[in-house]
Nanobody, 124 residues
Framework: QVQLVESGGGLVQAGGSLRLSCAASGRTFSSVAMGWFRQAPGKERELVSAITLSGRNTYYADSVKGRFTISRDNTKNTMWLQMDSLKPEDTAVYYC?????????????????WGQGTQVTVSS
């Protein structure tokens, strides 16, 4: 089984950058796709970005395209989300999630394991 721990959240001014990390334990990290979700107060959790097990294919929500970059290193069991040009509307709790399949799925139900979340707050 995979256990996930996020880090790197914090408070940043609009236009700034943060890099989130997701450290995974367990043998299945390198055999499944991974994703970053976020949930803002009063809103549903949404998929921000996802990456296949090989790292060759990625997905980005329209709201973050061109600003966020997802990556992973299977030798280190780690995934990252580089967030640049942050906006106040990016404020949310960000969750790392492990899919149950190797390819990218956008539906939350495909993600079997979740981290505890890390808070990202962007001030205007």
């Amino acid at each position: 089984q995979v256990q996930l721990v996020e880090s790197g959240g914090g408070l940043v001014q609009a236009g700034g950058s943060l890099r989130l990390s997701c450290a995974a334990s367990g043998r299945t990290f390198s055999s499944v796709a991974m994703g970053w979700f976020r949930q803002a107060p009063g809103k549903e959790r949404e998929l921000v970005s996802a990456i296949t097990l090989s790292g060759r294919n990625t997905y980005y929500a329209d709201s973050v395209k061109g600003r966020f970059t997802i990556s992973r290193d299977n030798t280190k069991n780690t995934m990252w989300l580089q967030m640049d040009s942050l906006k106040p509307e990016d404020t949310a709790v960000y969750y790392c999630a492990a899919s149950s399949v190797a390819y990218i799925e956008t539906m939350e139900g495909y993600y079997a394991k979740w981290g505890q979340g890390t808070q990202v707050t962007v001030s205007s």
